[in-house]
């Protein structure tokens, strides 16, 4: 069994406008290997791990996580 890496790649590329090709060749990967990154279905090494975390200026949490991010509009605090 292996562990699922969860991530936010395709959140990152679409808020900055850029293809998955575009991201790729950034990388210096295929752009397939991107849309496997993104479904889920490769886990990166470490080292493209901090190159993806490098090109959008975040920290590698903010894109890789063990455990699934929350849906974008979820509301995250209790009201009251």
Not at 18 to 23: C, F, N, V
Not at 36 to 65: C, D, K, M, T
Request: aromatic share 10%; charged share 20%; net charge neutral.
């Amino acid at each position: 069994m292996s562990e699922v890496i969860y991530n936010r790649i395709a959140m990152l590329r679409a808020e900055r406008g850029i293809s998955r090709r575009q991201l790729a060749e950034a990388l210096g990967v295929h752009y397939q290997t991107v849309g496997y990154l993104e479904r889920g279905e490769f886990s990166p090494s470490l080292h493209l791990a901090l190159r993806l975390a490098e090109y959008f200026e975040v920290p590698v949490e903010v894109i890789f996580s063990t455990s699934p991010f929350p849906r974008i509009g979820a509301d995250v605090t209790p009201r009251g």
